[in-house]
C-alpha cells in the first residue's frame, strides 16, 4: 500500500494528494498506547495555528481565489518521536481512518495553501482499497458525518472518533502520528472528466466557507456487488427466486469472505467444477455484462475510424445500426470512399435531404453510391426482369457492331447504315447516312461516333445531330477493324496496312505496312499500336516512328482477337489458343490451351482475362500465372458458338448463337441465371452483339433464316430509373 508522504523529524506540512472530499485525520500507529499522544497532537495543531494567527487576514484574500480556482488543499501534520523510514508499510490494522462530530479545531490559517496535490487517481484508488480492506478487519464500522459550525475567524473541521476503536490502546509514544487535514476546495470535473460534486462556494466575505462543500469520502468498489451498483445495476436482478435460501448460506459466505485472495481464487476452481452447465451459464449471464467495454466510442474518432477500415461494407452497415455514435463513424464519407475505390466505383451521389441524427451530422455521399452500387448488382443477378424495351430497325439486315454510351445507342448494320437510339425513350433519335457499303466496325467517345465500311471509308459523325463530320479516304478495301483513343482512331483494312488517323481534322498521320494479309483486329493506347491479322501474326508498333517492334510468332492460323493494356498483349486465334507477350521484348509468356474453336472475343482487365470461344464455353484466366481459374459451362452452358461477352468486376455476361444471354459470377464461375432467352433460339435465332453498362443491358438479337425479327432488346437494372 502506498503510504501518504510524511517528512522526518519535524512537523512541517506535507501533501496528501487525491482526497478531495473530506476533512479528517489520519492516524497511522503501530503499537497500542495512551490517548494522550492523541490529545497532545491535537494541541500541536491548535498551537501552531494560533502562531500564525496574525496573517490570518492577507491568507483569507487568498483562499477566496484559490476557492474560484478550483484547487484542492491538503494539510499532513506529523509527529514523529524517533527515526523511522516513512517508506515502509505498516503493520496490518494499522492505517486507520476515523471521523466525528465531538471535536473542531477552529483555524483559520489551516485553510492556507501549504502545498498541491501530486497523487494520480490510479495511486488514490489502490489506496481505498487497501483502507476498504484494512477497515473491515477492525471490530466496528466507522461513521463520517458533518457538522456546520461558524466562527468570526473561519470555518475549518477537524473530525475525530474514538468510538469503538479502544484508542487508549492503540497509540504508543514514539509511534508515528499522522494528522492529515484536507480542505475543500472547487472541482466539478476530474482528469478524466468524470463529475464530482462540487464544493464551490462563492465569497461572501473574509471568512466564509460553507460546510455543507465538505462531503464523504466515496470509496472505490472492491467487490462485484459494489461494481455492480457502481454501474447502476440492481443487485435484486440477478437474485434467484426458486425458493428460500439453503441454511447455512450466511456461515459459508462468512468463511469464503475470511479466506485469503489466493484461498478464494481455489476454492471458485473447485466450485466452478463442481457446478452444472446450467448454473455456469448463469453466472456467465450475471458477470459478462460488467466486463464489456464499448472500446469504439472510448477511443479517439481517427483511431475508431481506422478500426472500421478493415470492416467489409456489410459489416459497416451492420455497426451503423448499434448505436447513435456508431452510426455517425459508420457514416464517414473518407471511410466509405474508400470502400468505393476497392469496389471500382469511381463517383458519388448527390444525397438528397434526409432526416438527420442530430444537428451537423450528414449522410455519405460514397455511402449511397455504395448503396446503389449494391442494389443494381442484387437486381442483376436476383431483380425481377421486366418486359424488356424493344428497338426495332434495320429491317432483317444484320447488325454487326454495336455501342453504347451513357443515354445513346449506336448500332451498325450491313444496309449501309447506323442508328441512334434513346436508351430511356426507346426511340430511333436518328439515322446516320452516308456508307455507300455495308457498316463493320465502330468506336464512340461521348457524341462522336466513329465508322468504318466495306466502302474502304471510315466516317466521323456527330450524333446529338446526325452530322458526318469527316469523311476519311485512304484504305484499299474494307475497313474491318478500328480502335478509338482520345482524339485519334486506328484502323485495320484488308489492304494489310493500319492507318492513323486524327478525328478532329481528319487527317491521316501515319501508315502502318508489314502485314502480308488482312489485319482483322487492332488495339491502341495513345503510345503503342498491336494488330492482328490472317498471316497468324502479331505485330506491335511504333506510330510515330511507323516502324514495327515486334512480330510476334507462334500462332499457326489466322488471329482473330486482341486485348492490350500496355504491358501484355494477349491474342486469340483459330488455332484454338490464346497465347499472352510481354510487349516490351516480345516474348511469349504463356500459352493458354484449353478452348477447342475460334476465339471470337476477349476482354482484359488487370490480370484477369475473359475468352468466349466457338466451341460454346467461357473461360476466365489469370494472365500472371497461365492459370484457367474457370470454365462458364456445365448445365447451363451456352448450346452454341459464344458471340459476344463482357465482365464487371464480380459478373460476367455472354451471348451466344443459342439466343441466349447469360450471367455469371466471375470469382466462382457459376451460372446465375438467363437474362435473354429468344423463343426462336434454337431455330435460327440468334444474339449478335451485347453492351452492358452498370445498369443497362443491350443485346442486338435477329435471324438468318426470319424466324426472329432484327431489332434492340434493352434491359434496365436500375430501379431508380424505372420509378423515375
Given at each position: 500500500?502506498?503510504?501518504?508522504?510524511?517528512?522526518?523529524?519535524?512537523?512541517?506540512?506535507?501533501?496528501?494528494?487525491?482526497?478531495?472530499?473530506?476533512?479528517?485525520?489520519?492516524?497511522?500507529?503501530?503499537?497500542?498506547?495512551?490517548?494522550?499522544?492523541?490529545?497532545?497532537?491535537?494541541?500541536?495543531?491548535?498551537?501552531?495555528?494560533?502562531?500564525?494567527?496574525?496573517?490570518?487576514?492577507?491568507?483569507?484574500?487568498?483562499?477566496?481565489?484559490?476557492?474560484?480556482?478550483?484547487?484542492?488543499?491538503?494539510?499532513?501534520?506529523?509527529?514523529i518521536a524517533e527515526e523511522s523510514c516513512p517508506s515502509e508499510p505498516f503493520g496490518p490494522g494499522a492505517h486507520v481512518e476515523v471521523a466525528a462530530n465531538e471535536s473542531a479545531v477552529r483555524d483559520g490559517d489551516c485553510r492556507s495553501k501549504t502545498s498541491q496535490s501530486t497523487q494520480t487517481e490510479e495511486e488514490e484508488e489502490e489506496e481505498e482499497e487497501e483502507m476498504a480492506e484494512d477497515e473491515s478487519d477492525h471490530s466496528a464500522l466507522l461513521q463520517e458525518e458533518?457538522?456546520?459550525?461558524?466562527?468570526?475567524?473561519?470555518?475549518?473541521?477537524?473530525?475525530?472518533?474514538?468510538?469503538?476503536?479502544?484508542?487508549?490502546?492503540?497509540?504508543?509514544?514514539?509511534?508515528?502520528?499522522?494528522?492529515?487535514?484536507?480542505?475543500?476546495?472547487?472541482?466539478?470535473?476530474?482528469?478524466?472528466?468524470?463529475?464530482?460534486?462540487?464544493?464551490?462556494?462563492?465569497?461572501?466575505?473574509?471568512?466564509?466557507?460553507?460546510?455543507?462543500?465538505?462531503?464523504?469520502?466515496?470509496?472505490?468498489?472492491?467487490?462485484?456487488?459494489?461494481?455492480?451498483?457502481?454501474?447502476?445495476?440492481?443487485?435484486?436482478?440477478?437474485?434467484?427466486?426458486?425458493?428460500?435460501?439453503?441454511?447455512?448460506?450466511?456461515?459459508?459466505?462468512?468463511?469464503?469472505?475470511?479466506?485469503?485472495?489466493?484461498?478464494?481464487?481455489?476454492?471458485?476452481?473447485?466450485?466452478?467444477?463442481?457446478?452444472?452447465?446450467?448454473?455456469?451459464?448463469?453466472?456467465?449471464?450475471?458477470?459478462?455484462?460488467?466486463?464489456?467495454?464499448?472500446?469504439?466510442?472510448?477511443?479517439?474518432?481517427?483511431?475508431?475510424?481506422?478500426?472500421?477500415?478493415?470492416?467489409?461494407?456489410r459489416d459497416l452497415m451492420q455497426a451503423a445500426q448499434t448505436c447513435s455514435y456508431w452510426r455517425i463513424l459508420a457514416e464517414d464519407n473518407l471511410l466509405w470512399r474508400e470502400k468505393c475505390r476497392e469496389e471500382g466505383i469511381e463517383e458519388s451521389l448527390v444525397v438528397k435531404r434526409r432526416k438527420t441524427l442530430k444537428p451537423g451530422f450528414l449522410h455519405s455521399p460514397w455511402k449511397s453510391a455504395y448503396v446503389q452500387q449494391h442494389r443494381i448488382e442484387s437486381n442483376?443477378?436476383?431483380?425481377?426482369?421486366?418486359?424488356?424495351?424493344?428497338?426495332?430497325?434495320?429491317?432483317?439486315?444484320?447488325?454487326?457492331?454495336?455501342?453504347?454510351?451513357?443515354?445513346?445507342?449506336?448500332?451498325?448494320?450491313?444496309?449501309?447504315?447506323?442508328?441512334?437510339?434513346?436508351?430511356?425513350?426507346?426511340?430511333?433519335?436518328?439515322?446516320?447516312?452516308?456508307?455507300?457499303?455495308?457498316?463493320?466496325?465502330?468506336?464512340?467517345?461521348?457524341?462522336?461516333?466513329?465508322?468504318?465500311?466495306?466502302?474502304?471509308?471510315?466516317?466521323?459523325?456527330?450524333?446529338?445531330?446526325?452530322?458526318?463530320?469527316?469523311?476519311?479516304?485512304?484504305?484499299?478495301?474494307?475497313?474491318?477493324?478500328?480502335?478509338?483513343?482520345?482524339?485519334?482512331?486506328?484502323?485495320?483494312?484488308?489492304?494489310?496496312?493500319?492507318?492513323?488517323?486524327?478525328?478532329?481534322?481528319?487527317?491521316?498521320?501515319?501508315?502502318?505496312?508489314?502485314?502480308?494479309?488482312?489485319?482483322?483486329?487492332?488495339?491502341?493506347?495513345?503510345?503503342?499500336?498491336?494488330?492482328?491479322?490472317?498471316?497468324?501474326?502479331?505485330?506491335?508498333?511504333?506510330?510515330?516512328?511507323?516502324?514495327?517492334?515486334?512480330?510476334?510468332?507462334?500462332?499457326?492460323?489466322?488471329?482473330?482477337?486482341?486485348?492490350?493494356?500496355?504491358?501484355?498483349?494477349?491474342?486469340?486465334?483459330?488455332?484454338?489458343?490464346?497465347?499472352?507477350?510481354?510487349?516490351?521484348?516480345?516474348?511469349?509468356?504463356?500459352?493458354?490451351?484449353?478452348?477447342?474453336?475460334?476465339?471470337?472475343?476477349?476482354?482484359?482487365?488487370?490480370?484477369?482475362?475473359?475468352?468466349?470461344?466457338?466451341?460454346?464455353?467461357?473461360?476466365?484466366?489469370?494472365?500472371?500465372?497461365?492459370?484457367?481459374?474457370?470454365?462458364?459451362?456445365?448445365?447451363?452452358?451456352?448450346?452454341?458458338?459464344?458471340?459476344?461477352?463482357?465482365?464487371?468486376?464480380?459478373?460476367?455476361?455472354?451471348?451466344?448463337?443459342?439466343?441466349?444471354?447469360?450471367?455469371?459470377?466471375?470469382?466462382?464461375?457459376?451460372?446465375?441465371?438467363?437474362?435473354?432467352?429468344?423463343?426462336?433460339?434454337?431455330?435460327?435465332?440468334?444474339?449478335?452483339?451485347?453492351?452492358?453498362?452498370?445498369?443497362?443491358?443491350?443485346?442486338?438479337v435477329g435471324s438468318r433464316n426470319g424466324t426472329e425479327e432484327t431489332k434492340l432488346m434493352v434491359l434496365d437494372f436500375d430501379l431508380t430509373d424505372n420509378q423515375k
Amino acid at each position: 500500500m502506498k503510504q501518504d508522504p510524511v517528512t522526518k523529524g519535524d512537523n512541517k506540512a506535507t501533501s496528501c494528494p487525491g482526497r478531495i472530499d473530506s476533512i479528517g485525520v489520519m492516524m497511522l500507529a503501530g503499537t497500542p498506547s495512551s490517548a494522550s499522544t492523541l490529545s497532545s497532537s491535537i494541541s500541536s495543531i491548535s498551537s501552531s495555528s494560533s502562531l500564525q494567527e496574525e496573517r490570518r487576514k492577507g491568507d483569507e484574500e487568498l483562499i477566496c481565489r484559490e476557492e474560484e480556482e478550483g484547487e484542492v488543499v491538503s494539510v499532513s501534520i506529523v509527529t514523529i518521536a524517533e527515526e523511522s523510514c516513512p517508506s515502509e508499510p505498516f503493520g496490518p490494522g494499522a492505517h486507520v481512518e476515523v471521523a466525528a462530530n465531538e471535536s473542531a479545531v477552529r483555524d483559520g490559517d489551516c485553510r492556507s495553501k501549504t502545498s498541491q496535490s501530486t497523487q494520480t487517481e490510479e495511486e488514490e484508488e489502490e489506496e481505498e482499497e487497501e483502507m476498504a480492506e484494512d477497515e473491515s478487519d477492525h471490530s466496528a464500522l466507522l461513521q463520517e458525518e458533518e457538522e456546520e459550525e461558524e466562527d468570526d475567524e473561519g470555518r475549518n473541521q477537524v473530525f475525530v472518533s474514538d468510538d469503538n476503536l479502544g484508542l487508549s490502546d492503540s497509540l504508543t509514544p514514539g509511534t508515528p502520528t499522522l494528522l492529515n487535514i484536507k480542505m475543500k476546495r472547487k472541482l466539478d470535473h476530474g482528469p478524466d472528466v468524470r463529475p464530482f460534486s462540487s464544493g464551490k462556494k462563492h465569497c461572501k466575505g473574509s471568512n466564509y466557507l460553507s460546510p455543507s462543500s465538505l462531503v464523504p469520502f466515496q470509496t472505490t468498489p472492491t467487490t462485484f456487488g459494489d461494481l455492480r451498483a457502481a454501474n447502476g445495476h440492481s443487485a435484486q436482478r440477478r437474485r434467484v427466486t426458486s425458493g428460500p435460501p439453503p441454511s447455512g448460506l450466511q456461515d459459508w459466505l462468512h468463511t469464503f469472505q475470511a479466506w485469503s485472495g489466493s484461498e478464494r481464487l481455489l476454492a471458485l476452481d473447485d466450485l466452478i467444477d463442481s457446478c452444472e452447465s446450467n448454473q455456469v451459464k448463469h453466472m456467465m449471464q450475471v458477470i459478462e455484462p460488467q466486463f464489456q467495454r464499448d472500446f469504439i466510442s472510448l477511443l479517439p474518432k481517427e483511431l475508431a475510424l481506422y478500426v472500421l477500415t478493415f470492416l467489409e461494407p456489410r459489416d459497416l452497415m451492420q455497426a451503423a445500426q448499434t448505436c447513435s455514435y456508431w452510426r455517425i463513424l459508420a457514416e464517414d464519407n473518407l471511410l466509405w470512399r474508400e470502400k468505393c475505390r476497392e469496389e471500382g466505383i469511381e463517383e458519388s451521389l448527390v444525397v438528397k435531404r434526409r432526416k438527420t441524427l442530430k444537428p451537423g451530422f450528414l449522410h455519405s455521399p460514397w455511402k449511397s453510391a455504395y448503396v446503389q452500387q449494391h442494389r443494381i448488382e442484387s437486381n442483376w443477378r436476383t431483380g425481377d426482369i421486366t418486359s424488356p424495351k424493344v428497338l426495332k430497325g434495320h429491317d432483317d439486315h444484320v447488325i454487326t457492331c454495336l455501342q453504347f454510351c451513357g443515354d445513346l445507342i449506336v448500332s451498325g448494320s450491313d444496309d449501309n447504315t447506323l442508328k441512334v437510339w434513346s436508351a430511356l425513350t426507346s426511340k430511333c433519335l436518328r439515322t446516320l447516312v452516308g456508307h455507300t457499303g455495308g457498316v463493320w466496325s465502330s468506336q464512340m467517345s461521348g457524341n462522336i461516333v466513329i465508322s468504318g465500311s466495306t466502302d474502304r471509308t471510315l466516317k466521323v459523325w456527330d450524333a446529338e445531330n446526325g452530322e458526318c463530320l469527316h469523311t476519311l479516304y485512304g484504305h484499299t478495301s474494307t475497313v474491318r477493324c478500328i480502335h478509338l483513343h482520345d482524339k485519334q482512331v486506328v484502323s485495320g483494312s484488308r489492304d494489310a496496312t493500319l492507318r492513323l488517323w486524327d478525328v478532329d481534322s481528319g487527317e491521316c498521320l501515319h501508315v502502318l505496312t508489314g502485314h502480308v494479309a488482312a489485319v482483322r483486329c487492332v488495339q491502341y493506347d495513345g503510345r503503342r499500336v498491336v494488330s492482328g491479322g490472317y498471316d497468324f501474326m502479331v505485330k506491335v508498333w511504333d506510330p510515330e516512328t511507323e516502324t514495327c517492334l515486334h512480330t510476334l510468332q507462334g500462332h499457326t492460323n489466322r488471329v482473330y482477337s486482341l486485348q492490350f493494356d500496355g504491358a501484355y498483349v494477349v491474342s486469340g486465334s483459330l488455332d484454338t489458343s490464346i497465347r499472352v507477350w510481354d510487349v516490351v521484348t516480345g516474348g511469349c509468356v504463356h500459352t493458354l490451351t484449353g478452348h477447342q474453336s475460334l476465339t471470337s472475343g476477349m476482354e482484359l482487365k488487370n490480370n484477369i482475362l475473359v475468352s468466349g470461344n466457338a466451341d460454346s464455353t467461357v473461360r476466365v484466366w489469370d494472365i500472371r500465372t497461365g492459370q484457367c481459374l474457370h470454365t462458364l459451362q456445365g448445365p447451363h452452358k451456352h448450346q452454341s458458338a459464344v458471340t459476344c461477352l463482357q465482365f464487371s468486376r464480380t459478373l460476367v455476361v455472354s451471348s451466344s448463337d443459342d439466343g441466349t444471354v447469360k450471367l455469371w459470377s466471375l470469382a466462382t464461375g457459376e451460372w446465375i441465371r438467363d437474362l435473354v432467352a429468344l423463343q426462336s433460339g434454337g431455330s435460327g435465332g440468334v444474339v449478335w452483339r451485347i453492351r452492358a453498362s452498370n445498369t443497362r443491358l443491350v443485346a442486338a438479337v435477329g435471324s438468318r433464316n426470319g424466324t426472329e425479327e432484327t431489332k434492340l432488346m434493352v434491359l434496365d437494372f436500375d430501379l431508380t430509373d424505372n420509378q423515375k
